[in-house]
């Protein structure tokens, strides 16, 4: 891939984020992040802090996956986490892809959580990371 193609796979990622993600109330930003913990876009947040926190969600994803594995649940919707002050939304995107949305409380929770499978799931149409060890199919 170019760089031009880099560069326009990016704002467009950014572009469906914006548009999706700016009519949460309280929305801090977001990471798009491959399974292994990659940042591969990131909205509203610095450099460092979204490749912190794709670093970290990637181990809560894998680990809801092996739980969901384990009790034969199916594929992991979103997971949502209330902190007192934030809530942070992690939802699969693609495959081997996962979207984590950060928000302050002043977010309705309902909204999140579709806001944030509906961006996932414009992202997911088109972008697909393979997961570690698979090869992409043609």
């Known amino acids: 891939m170019t760089t031009s193609s880099n560069a326009a796979t990016d704002n467009a990622i950014y572009s469906v984020l914006d548009n999706n993600l700016n009519r949460i109330a309280g929305i801090q930003g977001a990471v798009l992040l491959s399974n292994d913990g ?8 610095d450099e460092p802090q ?3 926190m794709a670093a970290a969600a990637s181990g809560i994803a894998a680990t809801m996956k092996a739980i969901s594995r384990e ?3 199916g594929r992991v919707i979103r997971q949502l ?3 007192d002050d934030r809530y942070l939304c992690i939802v699969g995107c693609g ?3 996962t979207l984590i949305v950060v928000t302050s409380r002043k977010a309705r929770l309902g909204e999140l959580g579709g806001e944030a499978v509906r961006t996932a799931q414009a992202l997911g149409e088109w ?3 393979p997961e570690r060890g698979q090869l992409p199919t043609a």
């Open 38 to 45: 990659i940042k591969l876009s990131a909205y509203l947040l």
């Open 50 to 52: 979204a490749e912190r």
């Open 71 to 73: 009790v034969e649940g």
């Open 81 to 83: 986490v209330e902190m």
């Open 95 to 97: 495959e081997g892809s």
């Open 127 to 129: 972008l697909g990371t």
